[in-house]
């Protein structure tokens, strides 16, 4: 038995769960989210508490289990308190400018990058060195982070680029000059 996929979801009292058919969603005070979830999990509510059972121990629905619960919990938590992922911008000249939801990044291009902030999606610019990425969607938050990161990521000669905060990158050494 999963060790994960056992455990119990504890919803809370603000937290609305509908289950139809392989369909969950799930709504709460920030938003609502919904997702397809594999046929083979059997989800039931018991008293604030969701529990995800597998209809057979194959290896393919014993692998679903705790991705499954995982998915679920994730959404709970999304939903109550919401996700961030912070990046740096490190390098003379990178900075981070916010206007209404569009995020310009100077990072030593030829042009500024923009990005449109996405549906549940939320940017945060607290000094001008360092974006934060809001949402209440985990995948969703993190794969943006990380086609922000894409823009420039940090290169290992002089540590410029855009990084995920507390990153931390080998550095090297330069040519020798002899």
Not at 10 to 34: D, F, H, R, Y
Not at 48 to 65: F, M, P, V, W, Y
Not at 143 to 163: C, D, M, S, T
């Amino acid at each position: 038995m999963s060790r994960i996929g056992k455990m119990p979801i504890a919803v809370p009292q603000k937290v609305q769960v509908e289950i139809t058919g392989s369909t969950i969603t799930v709504k709460g005070p920030k938003g609502m989210l919904s997702r397809e979830m594999p046929r083979s999990m059997i989800m039931e509510i018991k008293e604030g508490e969701l529990a995800i059972k597998r209809s057979s121990d194959t290896q393919e629905h014993r692998a679903l289990h705790g991705l499954t619960r995982t998915l679920i919990q994730n959404m709970i938590i999304g939903v109550t308190e919401g996700f961030t992922r912070a990046l740096e911008l490190v390098g003379v000249g990178y900075r981070a400018n916010l206007q209404g939801n569009r995020l310009t990044l100077n990072v030593g291009l030829s042009h500024p990058v923009v990005f449109e902030a996405e549906e549940n999606i939320e940017f945060e610019v607290p000094n001008p060195n360092q974006v934060i990425v809001k949402g209440i969607d985990k995948q969703q938050v993190g794969n943006l982070a990380a086609v922000i990161r894409k823009v420039h990521p940090p290169e290992p000669y002089k540590g410029k680029g855009i990084r995920y905060a507390g990153e931390h990158v080998r550095r090297k050494v330069g040519k020798a000059g002899v």
